[in-house]
């Protein structure tokens, strides 16, 4: 079947005289010969067909070598074989993915000794603790997640779209993450500690918005997820050194918060050495620094150019989600006529009007988008969805109160103060969390893309609420030497079961799912619920903590992954190995279908699988929504992506 927004059916002459008309109407010829661009262009008329390139007699064997390199299976021998300037690219995500995760852990293990330096009493299994000092303790943790929710992430898209591009914005970052942890290892009172810690809260919000982004926009589709998992993997590498580094300097707190200025050091070196993502470039009508950007991230110019004409042919049908000036007839004109090449030249009348509408579309026009635009509107309530679970989940809670947990694990139900060996063991177990926090989370490496972002999702959520059950359970033992080992042991099972699941999936799916136009607002707004419910969790768990236990916060944490499991099953679509712009497909569907749809599988898994019953299993989503709604217009897409 055809698929919505290729070049599928469009005759051979047509592309060739398109190609043409583009590659002169954005100068292109003092870039890259015509003969290659349309060559490209070909190439890309046969997306659906992996293999269709072998009958192209006017293919190089270099091109032909290259086009065949992209189909060989394995991760790691694609990602082996792709070019210099990407994995410079990759080199940087990583670093500003180890510098958030390292920001989130240098105040773990801080925080077993900074509330002593002011006299603050924050002892969770004291009677006689003050309330204010523990409200003062849970404010100072929570500080640069509630500041990344309400002013970082926000400041993603002006840096993105008035300023900087993809880099500049990490770069300002970076800078903010390098200058207050120096701060803060400096500060005289806990209010310059709580100043300092609302700062870095600026950097971390549009770190985390843009660089999964960056990475997004650069990977070629077909491991696209597992390149972005990169950011999970560095973030949990981040939180992993800083728990070194909490045990190199367990004596000093004040050099376990400065411990974080290190990643973010070379981070601003090579962000200066990457090529801006091709695009945001071509957002901004950039045609040639779009080719030039994607000829040093593919192999040959056949690709970049393949590239580049696809993506500008499938953006320019973006239009119709964000238009002022498209009529609802014209709307569903588009819709009828998005299936070839022709369609949109007849549509667009050789004008960029995707580039023309992006300059009326002012920032709040875009942030509204994300709930009036049916399309954009199922794409903010996925990505909201696996964000938010992200601490409905708890593993934050693990996170940057790990050392508290552990240490107050060794406590009896008196307010006896813990001996330093007990301190450091708590460092040593937080250690040990940190490690395996990062080791597990290579798992997805090989499932991200295989498997897809909601199998792994939907096994990830149920293990986890189990563990944390039998981890809650674990505190009424009395002995202490088995009770640490048992908490220790669940934990880990825990930081497995959520390590290659819900960990890596939620910005991958957060940084995919929106159109180009609202991808910056789109993905700030997803971070906004990720950090609004971090600092939540870090102002309010001392206190529900103290109210309610260890055992019942944890017994807490467990209902909530079972409403993140029934939220993210019927709510969060299968976006693997689907290119960024085809995935406006994805999110034509209904919300209703998509919950109907999802309710009619779990029902025939129950009868196939428990009940052992020889019956049919449903359609492919895209013919079943057609089978439920004939009048609809129906998806044109032949992968089971769309049904995971």
């Known amino acids: ?15 060739q005289e398109d190609a043409q008309t583009f590659h002169a109407q954005h100068n292109l010829d003092e870039v890259v010969d015509v003969d290659v661009f349309v060559r490209g262009a070909l190439i890309a008329r046969e997306q659906d067909d992996p293999d269709a390139y072998r009958n192209f007699e006017e293919l190089t064997k270099i091109e032909k070598r290259a086009l065949e390199n992209e189909q060989k299976p394995g991760v790691w021998q694609q990602i082996k074989q792709l070019p210099k300037e990407f994995r410079i690219i ?20 801080a925080n077993l000794s900074w509330p002593g330096q002011w006299h603050l009493e924050v002892n969770l299994n004291s009677k006689n603790h003050h309330t204010t000092d523990v409200w003062i303790f849970g404010a100072v943790n929570a500080a640069p997640y509630l500041s990344g929710a309400f002013v970082g992430c926000w400041l993603s898209d ?12 990490i770069f300002v970052a970076s800078i ?26 600026f950097g971390m919000g549009a770190k985390a918005s843009v660089v999964p982004i960056f990475i997004s926009e650069t990977a070629p589709t077909y491991i696209r997820g597992t390149l972005v998992i990169c950011w999970q993997i560095f973030v949990t590498f981040g939180i992993f050194l800083g728990s070194v580094a909490c045990l190199v300097v367990s004596d000093n707190w004040r050099y376990q918060i400065a411990s974080a200025f290190i990643p973010p050091l070379p981070l601003l070196i090579l962000v200066l050495l990457c090529v801006e993502s091709p695009r945001w470039l071509l957002k901004k009508g950039r045609y040639g620094d779009a080719y030039r950007s994607y000829l ?15 993506i500008h042919c499938q953006i320019q049908s973006e239009t119709q989600y964000f238009s002022k000036k498209v009529r609802k007839e014209d709307d569903m004109e588009l819709r009828d006529r998005q299936g070839s090449l022709e369609s949109h030249s007849a549509f667009f009348d050789g004008q960029d009007k995707f580039q023309a509408e992006v300059r009326l579309t002012g920032y709040w026009q875009r942030f509204l988008q994300l709930f009036v635009v049916p399309r954009i509107r199922r794409a903010t309530v996925a990505a909201v969805v696996v964000m938010i679970s992200q601490q409905l989940c708890g593993i934050n ?65 149920p293990l986890m609420a189990i563990t944390l059950l039998a981890t809650g359970f674990c505190f009424y033992i009395h002995h202490t030497a088995v009770r640490v080992g048992l908490v220790a042991t669940f934990f880990i099972l825990f930081t497995l079961a959520y390590s290659p699941g819900e960990g890596p999936v939620a910005f991958t ?7 180009l136009v609202n991808r910056e607002v789109g993905m700030s707004f997803a971070v906004f619920w990720n950090l609004l419910g971090a600092g939540i969790l870090a ?104 049904t995971r």
């Open 90 to 109: 990759l080199a940087t995500c990583c670093l500003a993915a180890c510098t958030q995760g390292w920001d989130q852990q240098s105040i773990n293990g």
């Open 158 to 169: 002006p840096l993105n779209e008035y300023f900087y591009g993809r880099r500049g914005a």
């Open 539 to 642: 102002l309010v768990v001392p206190q529900l903590t103290y109210a309610i236990g260890h055992p019942g916060l944890l017994f807490v944490f467990a209902g909530l992954n079972i409403v993140a499991f029934t939220l993210a099953y019927l709510l969060v679509p299968e976006t693997a190995r689907i290119g960024l712009e085809e995935l406006n497909d994805i999110f034509e569907v209904p919300t209703t279908e998509h919950i109907a749809y999802q309710i009619a599988m779990a029902r025939w898994t129950f009868d196939h699988y428990i009940r052992r019953l020889d019956i049919e299993k449903p359609a492919p989503l895209y013919v079943w929504a057609k089978e439920q709604q004939p009048r609809r217009p129906p998806l044109q897409r032949t992968s089971d992506s769309y």
């Open 296 to 310: 040093k991230l593919r192999d040959t110019p056949l690709q970049a150019c393949r590239d580049l004409y696809y």
């Open 509 to 515: 799916v957060s940084a995919e799912v929106f159109p």
């Open 176 to 201: 903010f993450s390098f200058a207050t942890v120096i701060g803060a290892a400096c500060a005289s009172s806990w209010q310059t500690l709580l100043i300092c810690r609302v700062l870095l809260g």
């Open 397 to 461: 809670i693990l996170s940057f109160l790990s050392s508290t947990i552990f240490n107050d694990a060794f406590k009896s139900e008196s307010s006896a103060p813990t001996k330093d060996t007990d301190k450091k063991t708590a460092l040593w177990i937080s250690f040990g969390f940190g490690l395996t926090n990062h080791l597990f989370t290579w798992l997805a490496v090989n499932n991200i893309d295989e498997l897809g972002r909601r199998w792994l999702l939907n096994r990830s959520f």
């Open 1 to 15: 079947m055809e698929e919505p927004g290729s070049m599928v059916g469009t005759a051979q002459y047509q592309v």
